[in-house]
Structure formats: structure tokens, C-alpha cells
């Protein structure tokens, strides 16, 4: 798996990929999903931003923020026709590598309550609910991770 970190060029093509990976959940949770709404431009100024595969059209994104005592997946997106094809696990097994990079114990995330399989897929790679929050109509299920040695 390439990964390189996004610039600022990068912004459009990561909004039709979180539109393209997303737009699934849009009658799930009855909402837009937050990744589809952001402001990557702003996302790449702030945060770690990373991309897979070509420029114009990318298979995959992470969005990493960082925080004093962890690192927060703020948002994993990967293209449906690569859905299903372990690169979300290489996604996520690099969260842990830059967790280890800046030498953060542990690896957070939220999620909708109701990506029902998101969370499945987050607790068999080791994650584990910390709590939930009611933000406006939305519930988010924040999860946790140790980072492990490498």
C-alpha cells in the first residue's frame, strides 16, 4: 500500500471519495455523514490527511488529528470497488504505525451508533467501546484502542 500525505490540490478529490465511500449510510442514519460534509482543504491545513492510489481519483483517505494523549482516526474512507479487499485493514494498521510515530498509547475513533457494521469491524481489530454521546438528533459511539509495539 503507497500512502502520501495530501496537499491542498488534493481537497476535491477526497470530498467525491468520502461521497463515493459514504453515501451508503445517507438512509442508514437518515443524515449525511460528517466525512461528506467536511472542508478538506481545511482538514489537510490542520490535520494529518493521507491518500492511496492516484491523485485524481484515490482509493482510500485518512483523516488523523492529533491529541495530547492519542491519536484520533477522524476519518477512514475507502472507494466501493475496493471495499472488501483488506485495505481498510492496511489503513488502519498504518493509524497504529503514526500512533507509534508520535508515540501516543492509544488510537480513538467515533462512529455513528448506527454503522452497526463499522463497529464490528473496529472491535475485531481490537477496539472497544468508551462511550456514547448524543450530538443533536446523532449518537456517536467513541472506541478505543491500545497501540501496540511493533
Known amino acids: 500500500m503507497d500512502l502520501r500525505r495530501a496537499v ?3 481537497a ?3 470530498a467525491d471519495l468520502a461521497r463515493d465511500a459514504y453515501e451508503h449510510y445517507i438512509p442508514v442514519i437518515k443524515a449525511v455523514p460528517q466525512p461528506m460534509q467536511a472542508d478538506y482543504a481545511e482538514l489537510i491545513a490542520a490535520d494529518e ?3 492511496s492510489g492516484p491523485s485524481d481519483q484515490p482509493d482510500a483517505s485518512l ?3 492529533l ?3 492519542h491519536l484520533l482516526l477522524w476519518s477512514i474512507a475507502v472507494a466501493p470497488h475496493r471495499q472488501g479487499s ?10 497504529f504505525q503514526r500512533a507509534r510515530d508520535h508515540q501516543k498509547p492509544e488510537l480513538r475513533l ?3 451508533a448506527l454503522m452497526t457494521s463499522n463497529q464490528l469491524w473496529y472491535q475485531r481489530r481490537g477496539f472497544r467501546e468508551t462511550r456514547r454521546e448524543q450530538i443533536g438528533d446523532k449518537l456517536a459511539v467513541h472506541m478505543s484502542a491500545p497501540v501496540p509495539e511493533a
Do not use: E, K, S, Y
Request: proline fraction near 4%; include cysteine; glycine fraction near 8%.
Open 49 to 51: 490527511v493521507w491518500l
Open 12 to 14: 476535491q478529490a477526497i
Open 67 to 69: 491529541q495530547p494523549d
Open 63 to 65: 483523516v488523523l488529528r
Open 8 to 10: 491542498i490540490t488534493d
Open 110 to 112: 467515533f462512529t455513528n
Open 86 to 95: 483488506g485495505l481498510g485493514n492496511h489503513l488502519l494498521d498504518f493509524c
